[in-house]
């Protein structure tokens, strides 16, 4: 889950330690292309080096670390490449599972969406960029399970991790991100709550393709081409 803060683990489960270290990547408290170790990782959450293997193999299959023989493991490196690959494959898949969650008949699971709403409208307002991002995600995943595709659903949650490395970056470095997002959600959600497949799906590839535009610049002068 994101805004865990990193502690020591009392059981060592490669799964949550992988979630861990997900976040830590995610955050950008490990940062692009800095190098990692299993005896490192093991020492800072208390754990053997067993499940720590076993964690960096599924940030790996995440595309969150890369490992090479004789090079050792670092976290993935993010570039301008990187962020139009992620985002390209983006506005069609959140586009599609938009409609699909507008087009689901599971009417108390869509109403949550208004809970969200109220926490991105209060976070915005505050400038916690870090409770609107963790709200966000969190209305992205609802979205994902409205849709009931698990095909979809298992695409999108992988393509996801890489994506939100991205997504924060931008909500930290440029606020009108936040507020572009805040709008454009907001009309989201009224469109899965209306049933509006098609607008449920052109307001989100709007969000997206806007998002992915106004960042290509920064992303290029923060990590390079």
Same mark, same amino acid.
């Given at each position: ?6 502690? %020591? ?9 992988? $979630? ?22 093991? $020492?800072? +959450? ?12 599924? &940030?790996?299959?995440?595309? &969150? ?24 494959? !983006? ?14 008949? $599971?009417? $108390? %699971?869509?109403?949550?969406? !208004? ?34 595709? !698990? ?14 490395? +991205? ?59």
């Amino acid at each position: 889950m994101l805004l865990q803060r990193p502690s %020591r683990l009392t059981v060592a489960i490669p799964e949550s330690l992988a $979630e861990m270290l997900e976040e830590e990547i995610v955050m950008g408290r490990l940062k692009s292309e800095e190098r990692l170790t299993e005896e490192d990782v093991a $020492e800072r +959450y208390g754990v053997s080096r067993s499940p720590v293997r076993e964690a960096l193999r599924l &940030l790996e299959r995440d595309g &969150l670390v890369i490992r090479e023989p004789r090079r050792g493991i670092w976290v993935a490196p993010m570039s301008q490449r990187d962020f139009d690959e992620v985002y390209t494959c !983006r506005i069609a898949l959140e586009g599609l599972v938009a409609r699909q969650a507008a087009e689901s008949t $599971e009417i $108390e %699971r869509k109403q949550e969406l !208004r809970g969200v709403q109220a926490e991105l409208a209060e976070t915005q307002a505050s400038g916690d960029v870090r409770r609107f991002f963790a709200a966000d995600v969190r209305g992205s995943f609802m979205i994902y399970d409205l849709a009931d595709n !698990r095909t979809l659903s298992r695409l999108l949650r992988g393509l996801e991790k890489q994506a939100l490395r +991205y997504r924060f970056h931008a909500y930290q470095r440029n606020p009108d991100m936040i507020k572009l997002s805040l709008e454009d959600t907001t009309r989201i959600f009224d469109a899965i709550l209306e049933s509006d497949g098609a607008a449920a799906q052109a307001v989100t590839e709007k969000l997206i393709r806007e998002i992915w535009q106004s960042m290509r610049d920064e992303v290029r002068n923060s990590f390079g081409s």
